[in-house]
């Protein structure tokens, strides 16, 4: 008897992992739900203006960030926070609470099956990789292979799901997505039409441009946004010892933004980051290199991939520093259809 409940009390379980997985709609609740506790349907439509379009997004602000929206005064804020927490479970919950909820997490193939062994599955949904290394070290081929491999169903181990791209570099080319996307048996026009791409200038234009994006995410099925640099604009605009403080500080807003995106929809973010000279990188290294954006970035970058160059057309990865993955490295290939498993 008791054998018999246990096998069904699995199967329920089984059913609840699978509903959570399938019912896209849980993952983020719309900040549309307000209206039936009561809040203004003005005040809401200020809030979407601001780019808070979820009750778990509204949940990430401060109250000081909130009052600073135009005609929100602190008593509306006040209101607002307690009717978001009466929606949406920001609090305490169990461990076995947290592994259900990690069931939601898609992993997209990179295009290399040794590349996806190292990171336990391909790059993950609720986190930020990074990857950093010299230029042609494949961190942009990268990015352009995720592009296509995203938008694969999750049975070939896509995220079947749009891309976005926002571009401080210049390096985002389109007709690369093609033989991409022919290599992988889908149709290249298709394809371009699910991925939106914009070009950031300034440090704040690729802030505002995270800024928007939620309202695109919260009506469309987004899986990967990639920011190729994030720190290129931030060594432009801020110059010298003097402004490296502020620099840090609007560094940190922006990774806290990519976070929180990652989180409140799913997503997976995936970032490239350039590399400084380190000279008392030690005595016994040849070309001792390090990552740029300091500490803070560090902190904030879930999963750090090292990339460099092999010989031809080869590439390294290296797991720098991951949560849940142990250090080690793989060789992947960059070929005219993307990332591939290198060839001997």
């Known amino acids: 008897m008791l054998a018999t409940l246990k096998a069904e009390d699995q199967n329920q379980l089984q059913l609840v992992e699978r509903e959570d ?29 601001a780019g808070i379009y979820t009750c778990n997004g ?22 607002i926070c307690e009717a978001a927490e009466k929606i949406v479970n920001f609090g305490y919950i169990t461990g076995s609470d947290a592994l259900l909820r990690r069931k939601a997490v898609i992993r997209i193939t990179t295009g290399s099956q040794a590349l996806d062994e190292l990171l336990g599955g391909g790059i993950e949904t609720l986190a930020i990789t990074e990857a950093f290394g010299e230029f042609r070290s494949g961190k942009t081929q990268l990015a352009h292979t995720l592009c296509v491999s995203t938008q694969l169903p999750t049975s070939m181990r896509g995220g079947n799901g749009k891309v976005a791209y926002i571009d401080t570099e210049g390096t985002f080319r389109p007709d690369r997505i093609v033989p991409i996307a022919e290599r992988f048996g889908m149709d290249p026009g298709a394809v371009l039409d699910n991925i939106i791409y914009a070009r950031a200038y300034t440090y704040e234009h690729q802030y505002n441009l995270l800024l928007g994006l939620a309202a695109k995410m919260s ?11 994030v720190i290129a604009l931030f060594r432009v605009d801020f110059t010298g010892r003097g402004e490296l403080a502020e620099r840090q500080q609007k560094l940190a807003q922006m990774l806290s933004r990519l976070i929180k995106i990652a989180e409140e929809f799913n997503v997976a973010v995936y970032m490239t980051n350039q590399v400084i000279a380190d000279p008392g990188g030690g005595v016994f290294i040849s070309d001792p290199k390090k990552p740029a954006g300091g500490h803070v970035l560090a902190h904030a970058a879930t999963i750090r991939l090292m990339f460099r160059k092999g010989k031809g057309e080869q590439r390294i990865c290296k797991v720098f520093d991951a949560p849940n993955l142990p250090e080690a490295e793989h060789v992947f290939q960059i070929t005219p259809g993307g990332i591939a498993d290198a060839k001997d």
């Open 21 to 49: 997985i399938d019912d896209e709609e849980d993952l983020f609740e719309a900040i549309d739900k307000l209206i039936a506790q009561g809040i203004n349907a003005g005040d809401i439509k200020k809030l979407q203006d």
């Open 58 to 79: 509204l949940m990430m602000h401060t109250k000081k960030n909130l009052t600073g929206i135009k005609g929100l005064s602190e008593a509306k804020v006040d209101k």
């Open 219 to 229: 009506e469309e099925p987004f899986r990967l946004l990639i920011v190729d640099s």
